[in-house]
């Protein structure tokens, strides 16, 4: 599974980070966020593809 981010989507509301915090973190400065890792460790998917759902702003997409 990989995922993708779009920062420029990103609106900050950090639910990704709730649904899969081994996989997402937000920036500090602004809170968009950015990836943990570059594929997803095993165990995280649901958590993934929960965070591609809620997404607010659709700035994730996840590829199995």
Do not use: N, W, Y
Not at 4 to 21: R, Y
Not at 35 to 61: F, T, Y
């Amino acid at each position: 599974m990989k995922v993708e981010i779009d920062q420029d989507k990103c609106i900050g509301a950090g639910q990704c980070v709730v649904a899969a915090g081994a996989v997402f973190t937000q920036r500090e400065d602004d809170g968009i966020v950015e990836l943990l890792v570059a594929d997803v460790p095993a165990g995280s998917e649901d958590g993934v593809r929960d965070a591609e759902m809620v997404c607010p702003a659709g700035a994730i997409v996840v590829h199995d």
